[in-house]
């Protein structure tokens, strides 16, 4: 196995061994599991117009800065350390203006500081607990040059000098921040959040908020967990079928979602907690969060992966989120999650809609379900909820590993279709069936500009749907964006 392919397959393992207390090896493949992997695509109602980066695994996050009618997709993927950002003002013909702009972290935060006049990015720089030394926390980053980025700011979780060598925590993993007085951070801060024992041994991360009034100088705003993330919190653990069961993950992924400033009188932030569901926190006084309700599927499900990975919050003017979960495993056989609308409109009492459908493979493709194809087979992302233009109410796409893009029609929130699909061809074969394999990682909308990105391990790709109409292939400053206010102020 290469040291490219053993990057890619062995970091996310050990981040679910330490941090959500999952099986190091428990999540390969059944050995009836089909290899080779699959070099075929199948395309269906979307157009492709790009390949870049051809055959390398790109799959990232992505977001967004822009200066004037110059755009640029700021992303990091696994196979290249370290920030990259891409002027895609042409869409066809991408330019990399910076591929070191800031450090390795598998997510970030981009948003224009307008007190400030930069574009800054916020980086978080997880660990594995248990070995590495060095800052468990965030990086604050000024990007507004691509070519010459330098460091801002350093946060460390615990509270503690973020120049020292040891630190305890994992440090964050998803995380949220708009450019606005708070950001949200998904991690464990102490060592208080250690479980030594039980099914659930190893960090429990939970929500951190720091004020960053003060870009330069972070400070704490609170930290808050569910009950029985804490080590004293053992009647809690014993009464939740989550904390029971050995394969439930009992940590909030992130991020919490803010989808309005709470110093512009926003309040709520939406959050997902994997086996402990969707919570929904009252931030009006962002120095005591309260939990206004906490909601996870019924049946509970004993599966590999995480019950509650995203929490989609675009279209909450239409009264629902799209909650979505993230599978572990490869192959069949398995206990799978699923994919929940909710009505929101009484947030003290969130009710299912509907389950989003579940892809099917392509009549010629060699296999009957996409479990049967080589990798993982779920949901992971959903369309970033910062981007230009404002998001389409009726129309919506999510990566699904290697069943690829699946793009949904959810005019009736109580009836979603799947309208069309990309699967592209797979990565090269390790020879290892376990959760580092993700086809299709990530996908990030130009909504105004009717331009569809996703991160595969095959590289970039570029899509347009007739759903969203004619996609505008030239350079256009950006008028508006998906939250109101957002990046108000930007060059």
Known sequence: MSKKTLFKVILPLIWAAVVL???????????????PFEKRSYISNLKLLGHTFKGEERGGKMQMMVKGDRRYLVQTAFEHPGGWIIDVSDPLKPVVVNDKAFPDGENFQVAWRNDLK???????????????????????????????????????????????TVQEGSGPHRSYWDGGRYAYLSTSPDNGFYLPDGPHKGYQNGLQI????????????????????????????????????????????GPVYVPKPIEAGGRYGYGSWGGLGMVINDLSDPAHPKMVSNWTPSPHVSGKGLAVHTIDVARLNRGFVI????????????????????????????????????????????????????????????????APGKAD??????TWFNAGLQCYDIADPKTPKIISYF????????????????????????????LIWISTDTGNYLLSSPRLGEPILKPMAVKQWTLDGLNKGHP
């Open 210 to 253: 720091i004020d960053v009034s003060d870009v330069m100088k972070p400070k704490l705003a609170a930290n808050w967990h569910m009950p029985g993330q804490q080590v004293g919190e053992a009647a809690a653990r014993a009464t939740s079928e989550a904390y029971t069961d050995p394969n439930a993950a009992t940590s909030i992924h």
């Open 323 to 386: 909650v979505t979960p993230e599978e572990y495993g490869a192959g069949c056989g398995t206990p799978r999650f699923e994919s929940f609308i909710l009505d929101i409109r009484d947030l003290a009492h969130p009710k299912k809609l509907a389950m989003l459908p579940s892809p099917v493979p392509p009549a010629e493709a060699p296999y009957k379900s996409f479990c049967g194809r080589y990798g993982r087979f779920g949901t992971h992302n959903a369309p970033h909820l910062k």
């Open 118 to 164: 930069k574009w800054v990015v916020m980086v978080t720089l997880q660990k594995n607990a248990l070995t590495d030394t060095g800052l468990r926390g965030v990086e604050f980053w000024d990007i507004t040059d691509p070519a010459h980025t330098k460091l801002l700011s350093s946060w460390a979780v615990d509270g503690g000098d973020p120049g020292r």
């Open 21 to 35: 207390g999952q099986p190091l090896w428990g999540n390969a493949a059944p050995s009836s599991a089909p290899k």
């Open 393 to 398: 109410p009726n129309f919506t796409c999510y």
């Open 423 to 450: 699967i592209p061809e797979q990565g090269a074969d390790d020879g290892v069936q376990v959760m580092g394999i993700r086809t299709v990682d990530d996908v990030f909308i130009e909504w105004d500009r009717k």
